[in-house]
């Protein structure tokens, strides 16, 4: 079981760029998907969340306007699109599963995924941006 992220790069402040998030070993519409992100010194963040099944989604107030999860269920791969990226956007970005149950017993949908009940964690996936 396992999720890899790609993607990840060096952008300018403006700029767009995609990451993805393969899944492996598990089935990809039992799970609901996650981003987060960590910049150096700070502590993880959460962006957004998705089931897969119904595609019921959050997003953080860092996330909406800007950010945005998708999937492609056939490759089993989760999409974060950034958009009008800046400097302090520059992180660590990782995706994580938790499972579809405790997505939905837990409301994650209102309130995001907390990252201490993610089940999978991809490896990371370094954005910088440049001003």
């Known amino acids: 079981v396992q999720l890899v992220e790609s993607g990840g790069g060096l952008v300018q402040a403006g700029g767009s760029l995609r990451l993805s998030c393969v899944a492996s070993g598990l089935n990809f519409a039992d799970y609901a998907y996650a981003w987060f992100r960590q910049a150096p010194g700070k502590e993880r963040e959460g962006l957004t969340c998705?089931?897969?099944?119904?595609?019921?989604?959050y997003r953080s107030d860092v996330a909406k306007g800007r950010f945005t999860i998708s999937s492609d269920i056939p490759k089993t791969t989760v999409f974060l699109q950034m958009n009008n990226l800046n400097p302090e956007d520059t992180a660590v970005y990782s995706c994580?599963?938790?499972?579809?149950?405790?997505?939905?017993?837990?409301?994650?949908?209102?309130?995001?995924?907390?990252?201490?009940?993610?089940?999978?964690w991809g490896q990371g996936a370094q954005v910088t941006v440049s001003s």
């Open positions: 998705m089931s897969i099944r119904d595609f019921l989604t």
């Open positions: 994580a599963a938790v499972p579809l149950a405790t997505f939905l017993t837990n409301n994650y949908v209102y309130r995001g995924c907390p990252a201490n009940t993610m089940a999978i």
